[in-house]
């Protein structure tokens, strides 16, 4: 199975960038990554990015309770046919968010769980959703190896427990290094997300340790010579 790889990005400017490569399937955005992005008012702008691609993108709701975060991704659900409504697995109170998962699942809205770290929580989700409409588990691969824990377990078991959904796509976030893009075909990932400067590094896959030994070596004598060094 191929493993897609999506952006993570919210910058217009690099949205129309990685939109032109072949190797970028879609996007996912954030409302930290919104708000980086200089956004201030989140529909208008998330309007004007929906110009600029007709990929597969992820906006978030960011509401912390049911009523509003129905009514938020029932509104971003409109924006285009190609949006994937963000909701969180759970709220900032810890509450899990199945009954929500549920209805908007049962209205055919496309959606994309996110901050998902374990398998229990994948089996949750899947516990609450048809095998029709389509919905993306984002788990946060790189945030959970960064507290030193090995997120390749739960990764493999999400995707076991999803194989009979056919609508359904795990998908490996918040990537730290190119090599995660390995790992993630390895398992047999559908999708990993990346920021920019990854997906740029990905493209690059392929030299040998030869040049990047010449390639490195240069480069210290370059940055010797421009700093001028003396001994």
């Given at each position: 199975m191929k493993t897609k790889i999506f952006c993570d990005i919210a910058d217009i400017n690099q949205i129309k960038k990685f939109d032109r490569k072949k190797i970028v399937k879609g996007f996912t955005t954030n409302p930290s990554l919104m708000r980086k992005a200089g956004a201030k008012n989140y529909k208008n702008y998330s309007k004007k990015i929906l110009k600029v691609t007709k990929k597969p993108i992820s906006f978030e709701v960011f509401a912390d309770d049911y009523s509003s975060m129905r009514k938020q991704a029932l509104d971003i659900n409109t924006w285009g046919r190609n949006v994937f409504v963000k909701v969180p697995v759970i709220n900032s109170k810890g509450i899990f968010m199945g009954k929500l998962i549920k209805k908007l699942n049962e209205k055919q809205i496309k959606l994309n769980i996110t901050a998902v770290y374990t398998a229990k929580q994948t089996k949750k989700i899947l516990n609450c959703i048809n095998k029709k409409s389509k919905v993306i588990i984002s788990i946060f691969a790189g945030r959970a190896g960064d507290t030193g824990k090995d997120p390749i377990p739960e990764i493999k078991k999400s995707i076991s427990l999803s194989k009979n959904f056919k609508n359904v796509e795990i998908l490996w976030a918040s990537v730290r290094e190119p090599y995660n893009?390995?790992?993630?075909?390895?398992?047999?990932?559908?999708?990993?997300?990346?920021?920019?400067?990854?997906?740029?590094?990905?493209?690059?896959?392929?030299?040998?340790?030869?040049?990047?030994?010449?390639?490195?070596?240069k480069n210290f004598l370059i940055d010797s010579k421009k700093s001028k060094f003396r001994l």
């Open positions: 893009y390995l790992q993630a075909k390895q398992n047999n990932c559908h999708i990993i997300t990346t920021p920019p400067s990854i997906i740029e590094k990905i493209e690059n896959f392929g030299k040998t340790f030869d040049q990047l030994t010449k390639e490195t070596v």
